[in-house]
Structures are given as C-alpha cells and as structure tokens.
C-alpha cells in the first residue's frame, strides 16, 4: 500500500533534550512539508520541501531543523531552542511540479515536554 | 498575507439536519481550494480539490462550492459518522509560494444519531 508513515505514534521528551520526528512516504512524491497543530486549530506550516537536498523555511520555523537527503525521508528535529514544542506534528506530501495537487498526510506524531 | 477563515467554530446537527460549512479566503491569486476531513488524533484527509469560482465537486453526502472570495461545503441529510473537524486550505499563485498551503482552524462538526 502506498501511503506516509509517521513514527513514533507517541513522543515525550524532557527540556532540553533534542527529539527527531520520522517521516517517509512510498508515493514517488517530489514535494514533502511538516506542519504542527494545537488544540483547536489549524495547521501551520513548518518547513517544506520541493525537491531532494533543498528546503524552504515555513511560518514557524524557529526552533526546527530538517534534511532532504532521499526523495522518500524528511526527518523533522525539535531542538530545544524551541520554546513551546507540545504540539501533533503532521507530515505531508504532494506531487511537483504540478504543485496544484493536493497534500496526503501521515498519521501524526504527537509530541509532549515533560 | 494569504488568509482562511471558517466559520463556525462548531456545528451540532441532528442526523438528517442538512447545513452548510464557510471557508472565506483572501489571497494573491487563487490556485486551488482544499477541504479536508480530520478526526480526532489523525491526519486530515483529502476531499475536495477547487480551482475556479463556479465549480462545484461531490462525495456522498458532501457538496463543494466556490466562489471568488469564500467555499461552501454543503452537508445533506448528515450521519453522525460525519462527525469530524472540516479544514479549509488555499494554495496561491505566487512564485515565492511554491506548493505550500495556507490552513484555516477548521469548523468542528457534530452530528446527533
């Protein structure tokens, strides 16, 4: 089955710590993003990517890092410079060029500080 | 700045109860509308896909509509497994924008057996 997978399903990490959210998807999509939601809103974009070893910053940024290394991977990480990471973080991807196609998303990863 | 606003927060419907979901968007240059359907604890899933004000596209017991400057998605005669969170999202034009969508917090619906 061709689809986006997420793991792990459940993340707790203590201040401090560095955490990395996978993300892969078998769909042969060019283009993959992260976005994170609260409770009771909608999602806002992270960081995106259109192609393999090139990266776009999002409207929330700060505090994330992310790599592009395969077409198939891209791995989000939560460093502690981010000062409000509980969140549910989803992934999602889309065919480019044709950058009109809509976006398939994973499962999400929810993430929670102790 | 592109923006998506849903109205209402919230929607309680008796089952059969047929009502209508409001997407209003402000953008620089439309490329496409999105609805998704998202239950609690998952990822959205697609729906619909809009690209030019007067198209109209169905599934089941949704209708999608748009216009220049807002989307409807009419819900007839709804079953509580309708119950979900609706998310509206447009995709602009602009070169800078690349394939990154703008999201709205979504209008919770509830639907009573």
């Not at chain 1, 009109?100 to 993430?111: A, C, D, V």
Request: with cysteine; charged share 20%.
């Amino acid at each position: 089955d061709g689809g986006i997978t997420q793991s792990p399903k459940y993340l707790f990490r203590k201040e401090g710590q560095n955490v990395t959210l996978s993300c892969e998807q078998n769909l042969n999509h060019d283009a993959m993003y992260w976005y994170r939601q609260d409770p009771g809103q909608g999602l806002r974009l992270i960081y995106y990517s259109q192609i393999v070893n090139d990266f776009q910053k999002g409207d929330i940024a700060e505090g994330y890092s992310v790599s592009r290394e395969k077409k198939e991977s891209f791995p989000l990480t939560v460093t502690s410079a981010q000062k409000n990471p509980t969140a549910f973080y989803l992934c999602a991807s889309s065919i480019y060029p044709l950058a009109w196609n809509e976006q398939f998303f994973g499962p999400g990863t929810r993430l929670t500080v102790l | 700045e592109d923006q998506v606003t849903q109205s209402p927060e919230a929607l309680r419907l008796q089952e059969g109860e047929s009502s209508s979901l409001n997407c209003s968007y402000t953008v620089s240059g439309l490329r496409g509308l999105f609805w998704y359907r998202q239950d609690p604890g998952k990822g959205p899933e697609f729906l619909f896909t809009l690209y030019s004000a007067g198209e109209e596209k169905e599934k089941e017991r949704l209708k999608a509509t748009l216009t220049k400057k807002e989307s409807f998605l009419h819900i007839t005669a709804p079953k509580p497994e309708d119950s979900a969170t609706y998310l509206c999202a447009v995709q602009a034009k602009t070169e800078t924008s690349g394939s990154r969508l703008t999201f709205g917090e979504g209008t919770q619906l509830t639907v009573n057996p």
